[in-house]
């Protein structure tokens, strides 16, 4: 087999509850085959490395293998290598951007220094 549509392989890895929510997951934006968005169709093959956005973390995957079913977890190790870096420490990580309480709203200004802080460049997580 040379590839497999990358939604049905998020859903056979266990990444996703539905191919339906897989689906879902890259046509939002938050699956990335070697760098490079991808659409549901798209096809990944061995040694391509998949990229999960789920909520404001990120899992990175290389793909070692195909099911074209959904199966146990233990045949779910045999589809891909996790090569997430572990996350930093509570003393790397950055403080929580706090405000004066009753300071209103932050300006537009502040808004975005407040995402560039958060790691959002453009309103997308880097």
Same mark, same amino acid.
Do not use: N
């Given at each position: ?18 191919? %339906?929510?897989?689906?879902a997951a890259c046509k939002a934006g938050h699956v990335r085959i070697n760098g490079v968005?991808?659409?549901?169709? @798209? ?8 990229? &999960? ?9 290389? &793909?070692?293998?195909?099911? $074209? ?6 045949? &779910? ?8 870096? %572990?996350?930093? %420490? ?6 929580? &951007? ?8 932050? $300006?537009?200004?502040?808004?975005? @220094? ?5 790691g959002f460049v453009r309103g997308k997580l880097l």
């Open positions: 087999m040379s590839g497999i549509r990358v939604d049905v392989w998020i859903w056979a890895a266990r990444l996703a509850k539905t191919r %339906s929510r897989a689906t968005t991808a659409k549901p169709a @798209q096809h990944v093959t061995v040694g391509d490395r998949v990229r &999960v956005t789920i909520g404001d973390t990120f899992k990175l995957y290389e &793909v070692i293998g195909f099911a $074209s079913k959904r199966g146990s977890a233990t045949e &779910v190790a045999k589809l891909f290598t996790d090569l997430t870096p %572990s996350a930093p %420490s509570k003393a790397e990580r950055a403080a929580p &951007v706090l405000r004066d309480a009753g300071a209103g709203r932050p $300006s537009k200004k502040e808004r975005r @220094q407040l995402d560039r802080l958060r």
